[in-house]
């Protein structure tokens, strides 16, 4: 340190400051506020993200009765971090584009009508469809943005009001082979883990999962875990080096579509090699082949096709990866995988999930501290609103089956309503839905919060089909694709504009109240579907009229079941930072570790562990085989094209899209491709190119880089003005009917 | 030595000189003329002199993280700073070396002496809540976090221009609009941690005193 | 009577002592060199420093006075 003299004079020049300061402070010390930092919000209001599954709390900043700031909420689960999607959300109020009164097609373009004219005409059109093609030609189409009470809602006005099982929604699209997986392994759906195993957790298996740019929070969680102990292994198995990948202590690169050959080959090496729990598959666990019920030797024979040395060709890595990371997983001593749509967008969607589980149970890394199977979610309410609520074609409420007569008859009586009212017959998920709105077997759909006209496969065809369907689309702004085919527009809320309960990945419950008015004449879903059972003279079914009464009718219904959440009343999620259930009483604290004793109060007492989804109280491995995509490359098409998301984009782009912050640091338009095959076809860094494949065509910009493995294509789905599933093929899971957005053979053309 | 240290010696000796100047005055007549010599030293140059040192003292002399954690609301802090396992944004700092010496006074710039009125306003309002115990635990920010107190050394750094949204959202990460903690985790243990009664506060409080790191 | 007077009349009537004051700044000044804890710190900025700036004024006022006296003033 040096002397100037201005540092001199300053300091005497300060001290005589302060000790006129010092003396004028002590006598106003009083008055002086701890606000005396100047902040921009007036009021600080709880609430949750708009966006992802992690469902972080944030903070909202009000000021003149308008957000004007965020920040991540400390005391929530997040504790107080955000990505760069949730730091912008006070933006997404602002955004141009809002849809502000309701509008009809009238000559083939939309215009304005009052509210009262809207719901006439939808009401009039449910009633004739009804009448002249009964109850099976009426749908709804909802989502995993929609607000719990809201689906909840539409689920009832549908299914016990209309009579009809037409419910679906995009979580089909995202989280159906998820569900599946969940319900078909332990009997019931929803991850038995929490976020907080990631504190605990010494290996994270991160497969079709870019946690990076998808769930920036959790990942970040995960990196700090890192941090504290370079003891902890991260795998990434992902057919793409993505900003994840670069993370990871093991990154295995499979082709597209091959991934259960590695879930099964690494099954192999755990029953080979003894890294499996004898007691606790004796315990907790039966098997379960495609033809009854079979045992461990069972198992051990069916994966005998699988050895890593038989199989790793077909994926493109070496033998010694798989050997590598199977040991890993089976003998950290909590193991913990992530996954997202790598895993469920896919024809083996189901297959993948179950394996996973599998995994999981045979190595013992299930129920403790820091071992789990954790499957990411997508979209802020699909747990909650969807899964939970069962607002899906197969499903009734709170994990009930529409198939089983008994599930039926208890919903009836939970419901009130007559016998045989519920139709025993599942109604049509989302892929035969749109194909039904096109063929005539659908004639009046309503679509809320989600945007199928960019997120179903296919999309060209489906495009075409469904203009004949007539289409309500409850909608918050004016350029969603779907307002395209829609022949009603209804303006919808977003966010803080009403008020409700998402449910995130951990079986967490938060609210989320409204802060500020929609804009226009804007009203929230769950009063567009109020109105509707009005109109439809229903209101004998839709009793509950405001979110609070909708939330406690769905507790109440909720009580005695396995989902079980009667103790999560509305003035406990006012006061808490969201509750896990199981939580059956108002003093319960909520369950952090499903099936877990001690800590999930559905276990028996005493027990340690308990599956008691099913009826033996014992999880379910399935001997799940391999079957090649149905997108293989070929001569005409030899490239894999896998579709996904950016870390600045979330979803259709409807929202993030507008924000410049985002969509300028994103990008678009772009194709990304592999060095060598870029060599082959003679691309160059922005060459224009065509995508090509037996569904459609696209054209973009190539990007060259060594992020996707040799053979793949990569492209984000967010932009709505270039749609890439117009080129993605339309096959489903089998059993999720989850299309396959990931695999699609292609070729590509330089324009 | 550096400056700071220079600073309390000579504040030390100015002290001194200035209760002898003083015993000195009270054995005088008030009327003789030595009186009249020593009296406008010991109650106006020398108190003078005194004043301006110890402020200087109070505003450098605690950017020294030992001089930090004697506080003890600020314990957790420096403890979890210290401690290897953490992985508070502070603590990773310190554990890497990123910043060699003055942990706590690099990253909060303003309580300096070249900092803001409003920041040393704030430090006054802390110091007479601390003294007359009128402050609940756990304590909690209530300001704006600064972001410019990550930028003076992060901007331009390549890690940091590598990202595109940094780029687009740059005007709102130079006025602190939107947090660098958003997106890369909290400085210090959160209020939920800092919480008396927890067992995480036990052990945020049980930390070693902390000596200033140097590097060899 | 003027002001400075008048001041001066209530000091001495309280006994206040500007050596006393000046003395006990002066030791926490040196208290707080020593040991820079939160407490002393607390007692320099908001005691010590006024007690000089009092003891300063008076001083002045003293001289003040005697200058008028002598009428330098």
């Known amino acids: 340190m040096n002397y100037s003299r201005r540092d001199i004079l300053k300091l005497i020049g300060l001290g005589t400051l302060s000790l006129g300061g010092g003396v004028a402070l002590s006598g106003c010390l009083p008055t002086a506020k701890s606000g005396s930092t100047p902040v921009l919000a007036e009021e600080w209001r709880r609430g949750v993200c708009r966006f992802c599954g992690t469902g972080c709390g944030v903070m909202i900043g009000l000021r003149d009765q308008k957000v004007v700031e965020v920040k991540g909420d400390e005391l929530a689960h997040n504790r ?142 995960i990196l700090l875990r890192r941090r504290q102990n370079r003891q902890v292994k991260i795998i990434v198995v992902d057919p793409r080096r993505t900003k994840t990948a670069s993370y990871a202590d093991h990154f295995i690169q499979p082709l597209p579509g091959t991934d259960l050959l590695l879930l099964n080959a690494m099954a192999h090496v755990m029953l080979e090699d003894g890294l499996i729990d004898q007691a606790f598959i004796g315990e907790h666990c039966r098997f379960q082949g495609n033809d009854g019920p079979t045992n461990l030797e069972g198992f051990r024979l069916f994966l005998q096709d699988y050895s890593p040395e038989k199989v790793a060709p077909e994926m493109g890595i070496a ?68 899964r939970d609520t069962g607002s899906l074609a197969h499903l009734l409420p709170a994990g009930r089956l529409i198939k089983k007569p008994k599930h039926r008859a208890e919903v009836e009586k939970l419901w009130k309503l007559p016998k045989g009212t519920i139709s025993p017959e599942p109604g049509y998920h989302a892929m035969e839905l749109f194909k039904a709105m096109g063929d005539g077997r659908v004639g009046c759909a309503l679509i809320m919060a989600s945007n199928p006209m960019q997120t179903l496969p296919d999309l060209t065809a489906v495009r075409e089909r469904v203009k004949k369907c007539f289409t309500i689309v409850a909608e918050p702004f004016e350029d969603a694709r779907t307002l395209e085919i ?45 109105d509707l059972a009005k109109r439809l003279k229903l209101d004998r079914i839709i009793t509950a009229h405001s979110p609070e009464a909708v939330w406690k009718e769905w507790i109440d219904f909720s009580a005695g079941s396995k989902y079980d959440f009667s103790g999560i009343t509305r003035d406990r999620l006012k006061e808490e930072r969201g509750l896990q259930w199981p939580c059956p009483t108002v003093d319960h604290p909520g369950t952090k570790r499903r099936f877990v004793g001690g800590d999930d109060p559905l276990v028996t007492p005493g027990k340690k562990v308990e599956f008691y989804g099913n009826k033996d109280k014992k999880a379910v491995i399935f001997l799940r085989p391999y079957h090649p995509a149905p997108e293989r490359p070929t001569k005409k098409f030899p490239l894999l094209l896998t579709t996904g998301r950016v870390l600045e984009q979330w979803h259709s782009g409807t929202i993030t899209d507008k924000i410049k912050e ?34 459609g065509a696209l054209t973009l910009n190539a990007v060259v880089t060594d992020t996707p493995k040799a053979g793949v294509l990569f492209v984000a789905f967010f932009d709505a003005k270039r749609l890439i599933n117009q080129v993605v093929a339309p096959h489903y899971d089998a059993i999720s009917k989850q299309p396959e957005f990931k695999v699609t053979a292609v070729r590509i053309e330089k324009v | ?90 603590a990773r700092h310190y554990k890497n070396g ?55 050394c992060h901007r331009g750094t390549p890690n940091f221009e590598a990202i595109k949204s940094h780029h687009t959202i740059r005007n709102r990460l130079e006025t602190s609009q939107t947090n660098c903690t958003h997106c890369h985790g909290f400085p210090h243990p959160t209020p939920l941690e800092r919480t008396p009664g927890t067992a995480r506060y036990d052990e945020l409080m049980k930390g070693e005193m902390v000596h200033e790191r140097r590097r060899p | 009577m003027s002001i400075s007077k008048r001041i001066l009349f209530l000091v ?62």
């Open chain 2, 98 to 152: 990123w910043i060699v010496s003055k942990q706590c006074f690099t990253c909060h710039k303003d309580y300096g002496l070249n900092g803001t009125i409003k920041a040393k306003l704030d430090g006054f309002r802390h110091l007479v809540k601390y003294t007359l115990r009128t402050y609940e635990e756990p304590t909690r920010f209530v300001g704006r976090f600064n972001n410019q107190n990550c930028l003076n």
């Open chain 1, 80 to 221: 107080g971090m955000l990505c760069v999607k949730g730091s912008l959300l006070p933006e997404i109020l602002k955004l141009p584009g809002r849809l502000q009164y309701p509008m009809i097609r009238k000559n083939e373009t939309l215009e304005r009508v009052s509210w009262d004219e809207a719901m006439t005409l939808v009401a009039e059109r449910f009633e004739a469809v009804l009448r002249k093609q009964g109850p099976k030609a009426v749908a709804f189409y909802g989502s995993g943005q929609l607000f719990t009470e809201e689906s909840y809602t539409a689920n009832k006005l549908f299914k016990a009001g209309l009579r009809s099982n037409n419910v679906d929604g995009n979580p089909r699209l995202c989280m159906a082979s998820a569900a599946f997986g969940y319900v078909k392994t332990f009997g019931k759906d929803e991850p038995m883990g929490c976020y907080e195993d990631i504190e605990h957790a010494t290996c994270f298996f991160l497969i079709g999962a870019n946690s990076y740019e998808c769930h920036p929070v959790l990942f970040e969680r």
């Open chain 1, 319 to 386: 033998p010694s990866q798989i050997r590598e990371i199977a040991y890993l997983f089976a003998r950290s001593k909590a193991t913990m995988s992530l996954w997202t749509m790598g895993l469920n967008q896919r024809t083996q969607g189901v297959y993948l999930n179950t394996m996973m589980n599998s995994l999981h149970l045979i190595t013992g890394q299930i129920c403790r501290p820091g071992a789990t199977p954790l499957s990411l979610t997508g979209q802020g309410n699909a747990c909650g609103g969807v």
């Open chain 3, 12 to 73: 001495a009537h309280f006994r206040v002592s500007k050596r006393i004051l000046v003395l006990s700044a002066y030791v926490l000044c040196e208290w707080f060199l020593i040991v820079p804890d939160p407490l002393p710190m607390a007692l320099f900025v908001f005691v010590a420093q006024p007690f000089f700036a009092f003891a300063g004024f008076i001083y002045i006022l003293e001289v003040i006075e005697e200058l008028k006296q002598r009428g330098v003033l």
């Open chain 1, 662 to 695: 985002l969509s300028n640091a994103s990008g678009r338009g772009k194709v990304e491709i592999n060095l060598q095959d870029a060599h082959r076809y003679g691309i160059k860094m922005g060459t224009r190119v065509k995508v090509v494949s037996a569904f």
């Open chain 2, 1 to 90: 030595m550096d400056i700071t240290t220079a600073i309390k010696i000579i504040g030390m000796v100015v002290i001194l000189i200035g209760i002898i100047l003083c015993i000195g005055v009270s054995k005088t007549s008030l009327y003789s003329p030595l009186y009249k010599r020593i009296a406008p030293l010991a109650f106006l140059v020398v108190p003078f002199f005194v004043v301006a040192l110890g402020n200087y003292h109070v505003l450098e002399g605690s950017q020294k993280v030992s001089s930090c954690v004697r506080c003890h609301v600020m314990a957790p802090m420096a403890n979890d700073m210290m401690d290897p396992q953490s992985t508070t944004l502070a």
């Open chain 1, 486 to 530: 829609a022949d009603v527009v209804l303006p919808a809320a977003l966010w803080v504009e009403k008020e409700g309960v998402y449910g995130q990945t951990e079986r967490r419950y938060q609210l989320l109240e409204k802060l500020v008015d929609p804009p226009g004449e804007a009203r929230s879903d769950l009063d567009i579907l109020i």
